[in-house]
């Protein structure tokens, strides 16, 4: 394997962290994905959350509403260079909720900037979205990739 690819199989795992830390509702293990100084654009106000600690409590506001939490990427590809890499994905938070309900979730657009900072790739930005309908205003929640 050349670098490049070695990086990227290191990016590719550290995302696989997310799903990881979601999944077994662990914020620290989540909390060592991220520069400390990541800039979020997040699906939920404010227009961005600044900072790990501030990242950390908008995942805390999400486990915080599921008994079972599961999470997806699909479809994850990735540009890498030498200290910096970027990737898109969809991304989907399924599971059950506080309530015993199930939730399917939604499919939203993810993107992610990454450091390599000391030998180690780090979450410097990331940015959710769905589609917007023009018409109505209203986020199209219903689409799938």
Avoid at 106 to 111: C, F, K, L
Wanted: aromatic letters at 6%.
């Amino acid at each position: 394997m050349t670098m490049r690819q070695d990086d990227e199989a290191e990016i590719r795992r550290r995302l696989d962290g997310i799903v990881e830390g979601l999944r077994a509702k662990d914020l620290d293990a989540l909390r060592q994905l991220y520069a400390a100084d990541v800039v979020s654009f997040d699906v939920e106000p404010p227009l961005q959350h600044v900072g790990a600690d501030a990242k950390l409590a908008s995942w805390a506001r999400v486990l915080a509403v599921f008994e079972e939490v599961d999470y997806e990427l699909r479809d994850l590809a990735l540009a890498v260079d030498e200290t910096v890499a970027f990737g898109h994905a969809f991304g989907r938070l399924s599971g059950t909720l506080k309530d015993g309900s199930a939730t399917s979730g939604m499919w939203v657009r993810a993107t992610f900037c990454l450091r390599k900072v000391g030998g180690t790739w780090l979450i410097a930005h990331d940015q959710v979205s769905v589609p917007l309908d023009l018409r109505s205003g209203r986020g199209l929640t219903d689409l799938e990739p």
